[in-house]
């Protein structure tokens, strides 16, 4: 049983502040990689921390397990946190992220592939050619990046 679960025991349903890391992966072609999760909404590959994991470990691991791919050099983005990203899961379960995002142009190796657990599907998408689905955080961080 996990940390979350094992807290989930103690708290149950309330809401708590979950710590995740995101990563924006762009490709040589400056498309960007999303994945598309069981809510239907297309999101950057990420996660929450394990305990003891930093941001930086979480998030290269996340984009590992989600999609198949190793990462490298990862650059800081933004920290994004507040009311707008609340999570009320179907189990009841309910958390506000503080999600660590980062930028990567630094595909290392591996085979792009959805997870089929958390990813239903993984692709790359030009900027002016991304779906409709978009969570907020994709969202946020497309006009965070075009500002910058």
Not at 66 to 82: A, N, W
Not at 103 to 131: A, C, M, N, Q, W
Not at 132 to 146: A, C, M, R, T, W
């Amino acid at each position: 049983m996990g940390y979350i679960e094992e807290l989930r025991k103690i708290i149950g349903t309330r809401p708590i502040i979950l710590a995740g890391a995101g990563v924006a992966v762009t490709d040589e072609c400056g498309r960007i990689l999303l994945q598309k999760r069981r809510d239907g909404l297309w999101g950057l590959p990420g996660g929450l921390l394990e305990l003891g994991e930093s941001a930086e470990e979480a998030a290269r691991r996340e984009v590992w397990e989600e999609t198949g791919l190793e990462i490298g050099k990862l650059e800081l983005v933004d920290v994004f946190s507040g009311k707008k990203y609340f999570v009320r899961l179907p189990n009841g379960d309910q958390y506000y992220p503080v999600t660590v995002v980062y930028l990567t142009r630094d595909i290392r190796g591996g085979e792009l592939k959805e997870d089929g657990e958390e990813s239903l599907e993984v692709k790359f998408f030009p900027f002016h050619e991304l779906p409709n689905e978009l969570s907020p955080l994709v969202k946020d961080f497309i006009e965070q990046y075009f500002r910058g």
